[in-house]
């Protein structure tokens, strides 16, 4: 079957490194019936067929793998593990498989988030909770001005995690986040993507501070109730 797949590919008349070459891969494995498991050919092979440099295809790929499309194992290959299709819509194949990922990781994120929070609303020592209020009210004042607020977003969940008395839910969510790689013309890291959800960033905070388990876990899946439907708009292409 890996050796069928390449029938599907036809050599791309522009050397493009990005998005030529991760649809011509998306619609390959369509075509192929490629499902989650299976082995791509080589990357020699994909280079030869679309008459690109091997560098752009391990480029491409390294992004796939950096949204958990792809598995590489030493002395084995490429396989899929997760499911690929070329884009049906107006949307980007490849700003559609990021939304895809997005996805998996708000589901692995609510489960972490919520025993996070949790833990940190019992937890929380008066200095906790002081630093965050600060980062809460720093954050919140970037987002009133407009103004780049990712770091300070990272910052007050941050403080929580701290809070919560075991340090590896910020570590494990900061690696599962920097982990998704995101193209430059990515909606999903415009200042504008996720600012929906910040009413609920206010009982998030009051809740851990109040010690208060409910409110914490309410506001925590409140939000990432709010930034899931937003990527699923993206994906389905109810905004650009």
Known sequence: MTRNALSYLEPI???????????????????????????LPPEVALAAHLGVGRSTIR?????????GIIRRRRGSGTFLTARVQSSQS???TMIRLEGEALLRLQEVRRALENVAVRKAAVNANESQRVEIVRTYEQLM???D???PWRAADAAFHGAIYD????????QILKKLDEALERSGESPFGRTEFGLESFPLHKDLCQGVVKGDPQMACAAINGIIDIVEAEIRMIVVGGTD
Not at 163 to 170: C, D, K, M, R
Request: charged share 30%; net charge positive.
């Open 90 to 92: 107006l949307v980007p």
């Open 141 to 143: 004042a970037l987002v």
């Open 13 to 39: 008349e522009t050397r493009t490194r990005g998005v030529a070459v991760l649809d011509a891969l998306a619609d390959m494995i369509e075509r192929a019936g490629l499902k989650t498991g299976d082995r």
């Open 59 to 67: 480029e491409a790929l390294n992004r796939w793998e950096g949204l």
């Open 145 to 147: 001005k407009r103004q």
């Open 163 to 170: 809070a919560s008395g075991n340090p590896l839910f910020g």
